[in-house]
């Protein structure tokens, strides 16, 4: 299987779904704008949901390699949060059609049982940071679902705002966005 002819699909297909929404891009127009044909696309994947969950999959691995540059487990724990913080909001920003697609995925059917384990997963990068500044007594006792939610909810929406141009984002106003989300979860 050739990769670069799996990546062009789903490439195209992120960019049909974050602009028209998973009903309104069919596998037939997905495999006209990839310029495969749309049974080439099924040699790939068995269905459209399977290249969806991919699409979802290949962007998360994405997002999260980018996030984790130049990241130091070192680093204390202010430190740390700041950066995973800043570096989510900036690859947003960098990369539009990949978060209208993260977010339609994450507010849809296909994303709930997603949704729901990245929320309870306490082995994830962030969640360490939250479990182990509770252990420093530098982190509110709140649940980490909770702790994500102030820390996750203002930066997408920000994003989500930006990308939309509600407001143009610039570096003071996302680091002020940082703080007060750091600021929601410190003791």
């Given at each position: 299987?050739?990769?670069?002819?799996?990546?062009?699909?789903?490439?195209?297909?992120?960019?049909?779904?974050?602009?028209?929404?998973?009903?309104?891009?069919?596998m037939a127009m997905i495999a006209e704008k990839a310029k495969v044909a749309v049974g080439t696309i099924y040699c790939y994947f068995r269905s459209k949901d399977n290249?969806?969950?991919?699409?979802?999959?290949?962007l998360e691995e994405r997002m999260t390699a980018s996030i984790m540059e130049h990241y130091s487990e070192r680093?204390?724990?202010?430190?740390r949060y700041h950066h995973i913080c800043r570096e989510l909001v900036n690859f947003?920003?960098?990369?539009?059609?990949?978060?209208?697609?993260?977010?339609?995925?994450?507010?849809?059917?296909?994303?709930?049982t997603s949704r729901c384990e990245r929320i309870n997963d306490n082995k994830d990068i962030i969640s360490r940071i939250f479990?182990?500044?509770q252990q420093q007594q530098i982190i509110k006792n709140l649940p980490s679902p909770v702790l994500k939610a102030l820390t996750?909810?203002?930066?997408?929406?920000?994003c989500r705002n930006h990308i939309l141009r509600y407001f143009e984002?610039?570096?003071?106003?996302?680091?002020?966005?940082?703080?007060?989300?750091?600021d929601a979860i410190r003791l």
């Open positions: 299987m050739n990769q670069d002819k799996r990546e062009d699909i789903i490439y195209t297909a992120m960019e049909l779904i974050a602009l028209q929404g998973f009903h309104s891009a069919p290249l969806i969950h991919a699409t979802y999959s290949c680093w204390p724990i202010p430190e947003f920003l960098l990369m539009p059609m990949e978060f209208r697609f993260i977010e339609q995925f994450y507010n849809s059917p296909y994303g709930v479990e182990e500044g996750f909810g203002p930066l997408i929406d920000i984002l610039d570096v003071p106003t996302i680091t002020g966005t940082v703080e007060a989300c750091w």
